[in-house]
């Protein structure tokens, strides 16, 4: 009789367990599930606000290392974006009417008065560029390196537009006298150095847009690069532009911390 019951017992008992797991293992894997998962998820918000309240303090120390340091920097900036817009508002002037000489004579005129001697009268509004350039004062008062520095408080994007600007007259300068030398009309709008220089700062359509006008196209490329100087200049007294600086680098700081807590998810 005993080992007809041990025979049952070892017969029937996987059966009995059988059932037990299948009655009891959903609600227990569940569970375990469930706690895993709250498990995880509370590990990665605390990842995730560790990051955000370190990035939160980099943030506003740096507000406050450029609010600190423009307090101090902030009349030598006033002091460098004025006298780059001052030398330009010289250079408009002295340069003004060999400016409008682009604005009033189309190319085929200008080639007459050079080539030709027709029109005689037309080159005196640039008979101020006509002789040696060593030892012209349209060229050695702006050609020197006493307003460099002025680049240190004034910005890599002013500083480029002030030097485009400075440049595109004098070379624009140097073809009216290379014109007189040869006797004959050295385009500026067929001039890959004045394209370059534009190129610099200028989007290329609009570039060419003016280097196809017949009349005024030297006038809209300068007229353009002092309202971007303008543009600019207010940027870089104001402040904004270190802001916007120090908020672009935040930015990348955050992509890269906010890369890492999804790779460690």
Known sequence: M???????????????????????????LTKFITKEVDRRSDAKLERLKADLQGA??????????ITATNSGMHPHIVASVTA???QMLLIRD?????????????????????SE???????????????????????????GNEMDRHRLFSGDRLWLIFHIFR??????????????????????????????LLGSVLDQSDITKMRAMELGGLAAATSRLEADFLHEATRVMSGSKAMAD???????ILLLQNAKVGKGA
Not at 246 to 252: D, I, K, Q, R, T
């Open 167 to 196: 440049a595109v007259h004098l070379r624009y300068g140097y073809l009216l006298s290379q014109s007189f030398e040869r006797r004959q009309f050295v385009d500026w709008s067929k001039d890959n150095g004045i394209g370059q």
């Open 117 to 143: 001697g027709c029109h005689p009268n037309l080159l005196e509004y640039v008979r101020a560029f006509e002789g040696e350039m060593h030892s012209n004062p349209m060229f050695t008062e702006f050609n």
């Open 56 to 65: 939160y303090s980099t943030l506003k120390n740096s507000v406050d290392v």
């Open 94 to 114: 002295k340069f003004g009417t060999a400016v409008g000489f682009d604005n009033m004579f189309t190319a085929e005129e200008a080639g007459e008065a050079f």
């Open 2 to 28: 005993r080992d007809i019951v041990l025979s049952v017992l070892a017969v029937g008992w996987p059966i009995v367990a059988s059932w037990i797991v299948l009655k009891l293992f959903p609600g227990v």
């Open 84 to 86: 780059l817009w001052a």
């Open 246 to 252: 120090s908020l672009s680098n935040m930015h990348s």
